[in-house]
């Protein structure tokens, strides 16, 4: 194996695989049903990568150092038979853990299969238990129970520790962080709280819908004790803390209060197979083509390469010395998976 590090000696070590670009749900951050309603036109069958071209693709960056994996979408459940590219994924050599987020919709009757096909962890995304809140974020009229229910059926059948992503805007679903918390404090999953971020274009991003980190958890403090805790890795993108009464952790993800990219080891692939390196990229290095075109492992491996190699990216970072970064095209999340 040969491992590579980008220009600020960051290695390669996770790889996000955006399995589809259709999703049940319409997050008004992510897509917006103006915009992705009925007349929107998704990606044909033939344009997505297969499974036998994303397991290809995964060995190649398991051979450059990638041992992380996590399956998103778009909604990672509405691809037909995942499970069958979860158990190709999971013997590959090099690759130790498979994870996957999803809006937990379409989970229960899936569970056991994932479980025995090879996946090991689970994220579920949630931003309201009350129906009102959640059908207002998710855009959709389904029962928040049956993802609640889901999670339920999941921890008693093989994920424990599920973590449960609640991205937050200000005024729409503040008052849902105390419900999560209080909902999941006594089990063994973990609320992570999201800033919202200027992930894409659709979403019609502004600075003053962000709630903090610092305001998200004077929230929680108001109703909870809390103490800092170490990050159990370098790089983890969750700032963690503890209850100081009572068991339990919650984590708060600062992308835009206080960034991580000087940590960031996560590459991305779309679900037509483009190979993205920041989630704020303006475009991806299309590795479908050369797939198709019957290039070599090692020609497409040296590809891949080149382009961790060069790879600057932090816009986290430099985001507000930047002008018009509405303006500047980007791929959108439901491409990326987040
Ligand atoms: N559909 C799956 C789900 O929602 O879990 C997987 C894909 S979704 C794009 C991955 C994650 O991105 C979700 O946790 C979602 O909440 C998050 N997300 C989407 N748009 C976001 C935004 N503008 N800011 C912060 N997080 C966002
Ligand atoms: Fe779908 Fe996930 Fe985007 Fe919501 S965040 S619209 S569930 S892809
Ligand atoms: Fe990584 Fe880009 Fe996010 Fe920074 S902005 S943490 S480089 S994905």
Redesign the pocket.
Known sequence: MKKITDKFN?PMRDLRISVTDRCNFRCTYCMPKEVYGKAYRFLPREELLSFDEIERITKLFANLGVSKLRITGGEPLVRKNIENLISKLSKINGITDIAMTTNGYLLKEKINILKSSGLNRLTVSLDAIDNATFQKMSDQKFDVNKVLDAIDYANKNGFKQIKINSVVKKETNEHAIIDLITYFKDTENIVRFIEYMDVGNINGWNKEEVLSMKDIINIIENKFELSKLEPNYIGE?ANRYRFKNGKGEIGIIS?VSK????????S?ITMDGKFV?????NEGLDLRKPIRDDLTDAEISKIISDAWTI?D?????I?NNLNNTSKKKKIEMFQLGG
């Open positions: 960051r993108v992308s960034p991580f990219c000087h940590s960031c080891t996560r991305r390196t920041c989630l704020f990229a790879r990216d932090r816009y986290s970072e985001r």
